[in-house]
């Protein structure tokens, strides 16, 4: 069972992809999207998901929430396994977690009007009469910002921001302790994306919600997320407190990461660490830590191309995992000889 | 030359659609300029009106339904509004080169990424094969694309995203353009190799002496490329100055909204100011200013009277009627 007030818990997560060729689909290999992936949200805090494309942070948020299948490790959300469930159990303990998806456009059924979407969940899971109901879609559009007047109308006539309200007023319908906020506002418009954001924060005073916070835009989940975790081809490579993580990134490619990171503020030129190469293929990563090929440090490191380096914890909270944590790379660093 | 040369001027530039419900003012009085070897930012929301500037600039707004309306648009002093279509064919891909956000839509699938880059230069210049296929080699080794001589015989599926954007890059530059037109090259692109290719932009950038309009929505990106930034609101430019200028003191309260929305790392937690309502649809621009429905500053006369663009500060223009005030009223 969980420990010490953690509300969700994730113990060694796997999520394999089977690979297959030929007429009669012979599985000839395994893309592991999600590679023992382990870490712990505490209630009312907000852990932030961070990495590249493919690097697996959607398909563990999923996995967690049994919208893919697992194929190994634990996970505890407010105490309950949320792997050993039966069907039936897992549709009760779905009200508890809940997600909100990246495309408000695509995650909106066009032929539902906006009460039947958001009071899905309710009718599904029996939950009051009717009139009871429709009192409740309006106190949530109403929580979300939007008229409860919207109730009776489609998701087209709404624009990019206020549908992702409507999928925020479906998330809370059942009163969820645990939600996954799947790159919530990357589709917004850069004026729209704050008010979201702010609608998170707020709704999360007033509930203590935990979140799940995936984004690629590493200044917004500095800004929302307590603790942040980086991911790199399946695996957490570093996991800290946010001040710490942006302060004193440990592992090279979180410093990368952040260098790379755009800063809106032309009068700070800073030295940029530009990263060599691309993302290895998921499905035949390299041996030893999959960093190293593109890694400034591995050069004068003998052992980060045999042996993956496992994830300590470097200092109190702070996790690594890296052979070299914290050095800086030599003047003459071979990943920055791409432009 | 000298270096401070207007190379590409937009002069009241406006572009409509008619549609069945009605005018598009997509963009609508717009001019700026662009001067040789520097970056000028083009920043905006969806809809603002940004690439159909610069598909106006090139001339590739589909008629019917888009037309452009009036406007000048002077590359080293000649008009291409007044130009003939075959003249035009070759401006486009000779001297403007072009850069789009989604390389993976925008290479055809069929060819090999060589013959395509073969391609951009034979249709300009009278070169063998042979030929092209050795610029086809060099351009891509100028965009440090890994063992060129093999990888000009792949094909775009072949490669990875930033890969392709390089590639798109080499077929843009070879014909060694005066102006490149890049509309969000990197939106698509991870952070990681978003550097890479910013850095590449910057450095053909200097080594081209190229001038570069570059279009995006995102405000850090503007920081880190931009020497002139301007900012377009609902088909208009609203603002426009020197980079340092208009980060360090934006005098139209939409630049201000804007640049406060965005999370920083100086006020970590902090809550984000945000922007009333909604980026408005091309279909129904507000009248008068076309901000003020958004504005904390709106006056009467924001609803009467649409402010014109005009430098506020020197080589600060801004189109708002109370930019004189705004630093008071907007600390």
Redesign the interface.
């Given at each position: 069972m969980t420990a010490n007030g953690k509300l969700v818990e994730v113990r060694d997560l796997t999520t394999y992809f089977p690979v297959k060729k030929g007429v009669f689909s012979r599985t000839v290999g395994y893309v592991k999207a999600v590679d023992g992936v382990s870490f712990s949200i505490e209630r009312g805090r907000t852990l932030g998901l961070v990495g590249e494309s493919g690097c697996g942070k959607t398909t563990c948020a999923r996995t967690m929430l049994r919208l893919i299948e697992p194929t190994g490790g634990k996970v505890f959300v407010n105490g309950q396994d949320v792997f050993g469930l039966t069907p039936r159990e897992l549709r009760q303990a779905r009200r508890r977690f809940q997600i909100i998806f990246q495309d408000p456009y695509a995650s909106l059924n066009p032929r539902m009007t906006i009460e039947s979407i958001v009071g899905e969940g309710l009718v599904v899971h029996r939950i009051g009469t009717r009139a009871e109901r429709r009192r409740r879609v309006a106190e949530l559009l109403e929580s979300v910002g939007l008229p409860a007047e919207a109730a009776g109308r489609y998701p087209h006539e709404f624009s990019g921001g206020q549908r992702q309200r409507i999928g925020i007023a479906r998330a809370l319908a059942l009163e969820p302790v645990f939600l996954v906020c799947d790159e919530p506002v990357s589709a917004l418009d850069v004026s729209v994306r704050a008010q979201i954001v702010n609608l998170l924060e707020d709704l999360q005073a007033k509930t203590s919600m935990s979140y799940l916070f995936i984004a690629h835009d590493l200044n917004l989940v500095e800004h929302i997320s307590d603790d942040v975790a980086v991911m790199y081809l399946g695996r957490i490579v570093e996991m800290a407190p946010a001040e710490e993580i942006y302060d004193k990134p440990l592992h090279p490619y979180t410093r990368a990461l952040l260098a790379a990171n755009p800063v809106p503020d032309p009068e700070t030129r800073r030295e940029r660490i530009i990263l060599g190469g691309d993302i290895p293929n998921p499905m035949n990563p390299p041996g030893g830590c999959y960093f190293h090929p593109r890694c400034a440090l591995a050069a004068g490191c003998d052992g980060c191309d045999r042996a993956y380096p496992p994830l300590m914890e470097y200092s109190p909270g702070h996790w690594v995992a890296c052979c070299r944590p914290g050095e800086a790379p030599a003047a003459a660093a071979p990943a920055a000889a791409l432009p | 030359m000298d270096d401070d040369s207007k190379v590409l001027e937009v002069a009241h530039l406006s572009t409509y659609f008619y549609t069945a419900e009605g005018v598009a003012r997509a963009v609508d009085d717009v001019s700026f300029s662009i001067r040789r070897a520097k970056t000028l930012a083009l920043v905006g929301?969806?809809g603002c009106g940004k690439s159909v500037t610069a598909l106006s600039i090139m001339r590739l707004v589909s008629d019917p339904p888009g037309r452009i309306v009036s406007g000048k648009v002077l590359l080293e002093g000649e008009d291409l509004m007044l130009l003939p279509e075959s003249r035009m064919q070759s401006v486009r891909g000779g001297r403007i080169g072009m850069v789009f956000q989604e390389p993976m839509t925008s290479l055809n699938p069929v060819f090999t990424v060589g013959n395509q880059i073969m391609e951009a230069i034979r249709v300009h210049e009278n070169a063998s094969r042979r030929e092209a296929r050795e610029r086809a080699i060099e351009m891509m080794r100028t965009v440090?694309l890994?063992s060129p001589e093999e990888r000009i015989d792949s094909y775009p599926h072949e490669l990875?995203g930033?890969?392709q954007q390089r590639v798109m890059i080499a077929m843009a530059l070879a014909c060694k353009p005066t102006v490149l037109i890049a509309d969000e090259p990197t939106t698509a692109l991870?952070?990681?190799?978003?550097?890479?290719i910013?850095?590449?932009l910057e450095?053909l950038r200097e080594e081209f002496r190229m001038a570069v309009l570059f279009i995006t929505?995102?405000?850090?990106?503007?920081?880190?490329t931009?020497h002139d930034v301007a900012v377009m609101y609902a088909g208009r430019i609203a603002e426009t100055a020197e980079?340092?200028a208009l980060?360090?003191k934006p005098l139209h309260p939409y630049t201000r909204?804007?640049?406060r929305?965005?999370?920083?790392?100086t006020e970590?937690?902090k809550?984000?100011?945000?922007?009333e309502g909604?980026?408005p649809s091309p279909l129904h621009f507000p009248p008068a200013c076309r901000f003020h429905p958004r504005c904390p500053l709106v006056t009467e006369r924001c609803r009467a009277e649409e402010p014109q663009l005009r430098e506020v500060e020197t080589g600060h223009f801004a189109a708002c009627h109370r930019s004189e005030e705004i630093e008071g009223l907007m600390k």
């Open positions: - | 929301e969806s440090h890994p990875s930033g890969q991870d952070v990681t190799i978003q550097s890479q910013l850095a590449l450095g929505h995102d405000l850090a990106v503007v920081a880190e931009a980079v340092k980060f360090r909204l804007l640049f929305s965005i999370p920083r790392a970590r937690r809550r984000l100011d945000t922007i909604q980026v």
